[in-house]
């Protein structure tokens, strides 16, 4: 299985940054992928640009946001996630763990609806 490159894009003392690293640990660790993870910390409106960081906090798996809403402005603002129970500060961990799969080539089972990560995408507060 190939190595993924997992970064945590937060700001600083972002209130959902100890949520974010738990859930990226425990995903990783159920799906069982090799993978290098690291977190850096967003601190301009130039650094948010040049990154597309649209909020806090961003994941990307090998670059990309798999929660990447269309048209949303980078910003330095706090994130929120739709989820079964309404918006949270962190995506929820099936589809943290469908995005990984995603990106080692992994088939996901049949009732994946991995694209309603896309299509759901992520809202940003501040």
């Known amino acids: 299985?190939?190595?993924?490159?997992?970064?945590l894009l937060v700001v600083p003392?972002?209130?959902?940054?100890?949520?974010?690293?738990?859930?990226?640990?425990a995903a990783v660790s159920q799906c069982g992928t090799d993978a290098r993870?690291?977190?850096?910390?967003?601190?301009s409106?130039?650094?948010?640009?040049q990154r597309g960081?649209?909020?806090?906090?961003?994941?990307l798996i090998n670059g990309a946001d798999p929660f990447a809403r269309q048209g949303a402005a980078p910003a330095l603002a706090c994130r929120l996630y739709p989820t079964a129970v309404g918006l949270r500060g962190v995506p929820e961990l099936?589809?943290?763990?469908?995005?990984?799969?995603?990106?080692?080539?992994?088939?996901?089972?049949?009732?994946?609806?991995?694209?309603?990560?896309?299509?759901?995408?992520?809202?940003?507060?501040?």
């Open 45 to 49: 409106d130039e650094q948010a640009q």
């Open 94 to 126: 099936r589809n943290v763990i469908q995005a990984l799969q995603r990106a080692a080539g992994v088939a996901t089972s049949a009732g994946d609806h991995g694209g309603d990560i896309a299509r759901g995408g992520a809202q940003r507060t501040g």
């Open 13 to 25: 003392d972002c209130t959902s940054e100890a949520a974010a690293v738990r859930l990226i640990t």
């Open 1 to 7: 299985m190939k190595t993924i490159d997992v970064e």
């Open 53 to 59: 960081f649209t909020g806090s906090p961003t994941i």
């Open 37 to 43: 993870v690291h977190r850096s910390i967003v601190v």
